[in-house]
């Protein structure tokens, strides 16, 4: 018995596998080993795993996260899961691989990860190369949900969007310029609070003011990423995560700009993830 994780900032999607033929899915709360400690992995997962089947049968995991993109994090959260699947082999890989293998297989192109956080990498089949690191809300994240809410969030309480628009993000957000900033550096999992924005984006994208927010993470992100590899725009690109399925006109847009075209937008990789690892018999 498998199992197989996708674990970004918010939430974590796990599939797990008895046989071949018949899969469990279940979700738990985002474990990002810079957010997360170990009792919260254990809570996570003890709270969410199927009671129908014991820990202790999972004879092999395959963790891909969001913050396992250093060595460092990566032996951090195989020793958390070893601690509660104690009879697994334990695999911890970052993020990006998973969306390569979800979008791509066995071929090559360019993954983006598109959700709370972002990511961008050139997988040539097999392996990451990666030409710029993903260096979070604070410093990076440019595209992602997260990165669209600080923009947002700037532009009001800098009184720079129309009156009207104001108006409805007050309903929407009811809390004071002290409590936002707060959210957003005193408290936990700060760039969650961020992208939960993103549905008031997707609800009023009819505004000029709006699609420019949207344009503008996206036009960062070739930039500062896409731009930055050699193969590009010759390879396809594609695309991981709700934010990048919601605004996926926009991004094909500033994408096309540059050069590149679209393969393939997934908001999930689970489905495609467990087909890689069945086809390659590595589970």
């Known amino acids: 018995m498998i199992l197989i994780a996708d674990s970004g900032s918010t939430k974590t999607q796990w599939r797990l596998i008895p046989n071949q033929s018949d899969h469990i899915d279940f979700l738990s709360a985002g474990l990002n080993p810079y957010f997360t400690e170990r009792d919260d992995f254990e809570r996570e997962i003890l709270g969410s795993f199927p009671r129908s089947f014991s820990v202790y049968e999972v004879e092999k995991v395959w963790f891909y996260g969001a913050g ?33 293998r979800a979008l791509f297989q066995n071929n090559a192109g360019f993954a983006v990860i598109l959700g709370t956080g972002s990511n961008v990498a050139y997988y040539n089949g097999t392996s990451i190369i990666q030409k710029t690191p993903s260096l979070g809300y604070a410093l990076g994240d440019e595209g992602s949900g997260a990165n669209m809410g600080n923009r947002l969030i700037k532009r009001w309480l800098y009184h720079q969007l129309p009156q009207q628009l104001e108006g409805e993000l007050e309903k929407f957000c009811s809390l004071s310029v002290a409590q936002i900033l707060s959210k957003i550096y005193s408290q936990k999992s700060p760039s969650q609070f961020l992208a939960s924005f993103v549905p008031f984006l997707k609800e009023n994208i009819g505004y000029t003011e709006v699609q420019s927010i949207v344009r503008e993470a996206f036009r960062e992100l070739v930039r500062n990423h896409l731009l930055c590899y050699r193969g590009f725009p010759n390879e396809p690109v594609g695309v991981i995560g709700s934010v990048g399925y919601i605004f996926q006109d926009f991004f094909e847009d500033e994408l096309k700009q540059a050069g590149g075209v679209t393969s393939k937008f997934l908001q999930y990789p689970m489905n495609e993830l467990a087909t890689f690892h069945k086809n390659q018999k590595r589970c």
């Open 68 to 100: 396992c993109g250093t060595k460092e994090k990566q032996d951090v959260v195989k020793l958390y899961l070893s601690k509660i699947f104690e009879n697994a082999g334990i695999e911890v890989s970052t993020d990006i691989l998973a969306a390569a």
